[in-house]
Every structure is written in structure tokens, then in C-alpha cells.
């Protein structure tokens, strides 16, 4: 357990939350947790071999930690998915590799991981042209839901079924693919940012 400063209280977290203004960032905790995280990938890639691809995939917090540890590793990984996640430090990230594909998905009635959180780390990670992309769902709060599943499984199929990650000359309308859904209508509407 951890204590959660916003709470009062010892709970189930990666890192303590100062404030929900997001306008302070336990720094040292989110460097612990990534460590942790690296730890236990570089575990795994001794185990499994580095040719297996491993994924980091995380929400909420978890979707922090995963970012921040997926891509400050020298090695790229197959890829990370971060649902209801973002980057810690948006202004000052800088990956230490390029090749790790990204999935992000934020809600847009999120309050604790706000969707403009995620939107400046997709906008941070597309200036850095790391392979990225943003899907934002309509009426979703800090929850998971089908479709954001669906997406994330979608999104890992893609991968396993071409291994080969893009790099940053690829198509730059796939690497910036930013997707509103709505859960009441059963087309999804398409916006592209590049």
C-alpha cells in the first residue's frame, strides 16, 4: 500500500496523487515505480528472450508507470498501452527510445486522468515522432469499457500480427490516428491530427 496525500490515506497505488488540480507530480514515487516496472522487464527478457516482444500495458496509474518505464529504456518493447494514463512530465519527456508503439486511452469525462492530459502526452510523443496513438471516448469517466478493451486488443493483434515496429518515416497519418468513440452510436466517427 501507498499513501495517497489526496486521500489521507494508505491504499492500493503506484505513487502518491498531491492534489487532483494536477499540478504537482510525486516525481521520485513514478521514478520507483518505473524502476520496479524495468526490473521486472529485464527479468522477464532474461527469462523469455527479447525476441518475444513483451508489452507493458497499465490504467490509471499503471498506464503512468507504463509509459514512463516502456520508454526510457534503451531497448524498445513491442509496445505499451495506457488507458485512463498519460505521461507524467509532458514538457520535459524525452524518450530514450523510438520504436515502441504507443496506445493511448483517455476518457473524456475522466477528472482524474483528464483526456487533455492525454492529449498533450500524444501531442509529446508525436512532436518526439514516436509512434502513437490517441483515442479519446465520449461519457467515459476513470473506468474501463468495452470499447476502450476492444481498441487496446485491437491495437496489440496489429502488432503481433506485424511484429516490425514503424519508424518515425512511417505513414505519420497512421502514427497520429486520434479516434473519438461514442458508446450510444454504432459507427465510430474518425478525426486525424498530424
Known amino acids: 500500500d501507498q499513501y495517497l496525500t489526496v486521500n489521507d490515506a494508505d491504499v492500493r497505488s503506484w505513487y502518491d496523487i498531491l492534489d487532483y488540480n494536477h499540478t504537482a507530480h510525486d516525481q521520485k514515487g513514478i ?26 500495458f497499465g490504467f490509471g496509474q499503471g498506464g503512468v508507470v507504463a509509459l514512463e518505464a516502456g520508454l526510457r529504456r534503451q531497448e524498445p518493447l513491442a ?3 495506457s488507458l485512463a494514463g498519460s505521461l507524467p512530465f509532458p514538457e520535459s ?9 504507443v496506445f493511448l486511452g483517455n476518457g473524456r469525462s475522466d477528472d482524474i486522468i483528464t483526456h ?11 512532436a518526439l515522432k514516436v509512434p502513437v496513438q490517441l483515442r479519446t471516448y465520449r461519457g467515459l469517466y476513470h473506468e ?20 516490425k515496429a514503424p519508424t518515425a518515416d512511417s505513414n505519420t497519418q497512421q502514427q497520429s490516428a486520434q479516434q473519438e468513440h461514442t458508446q450510444q452510436e454504432p459507427t465510430r466517427h474518425t478525426a486525424t491530427t498530424v
Open 31 to 56: 521514478l520507483e515505480a518505473s524502476k520496479h516496472v524495468t526490473d521486472i522487464v529485464t527479468h522477464e527478457e532474461q527469462q523469455l528472450g527479447p525476441e518475444q516482444g513483451i508489452f507493458l
Open 79 to 81: 509496445g505499451i498501452v
Open 93 to 101: 519527456f524525452v524518450p530514450q527510445n523510438y520504436g515502441t508503439r
Open 116 to 126: 487533455i492530459q492525454g492529449k498533450q502526452s500524444f501531442d509529446r510523443l508525436l
Open 144 to 163: 474501463l469499457r468495452e470499447d476502450m478493451i476492444d481498441d487496446a486488443i485491437k491495437f496489440l493483434s496489429e502488432i503481433r500480427d506485424d511484429p
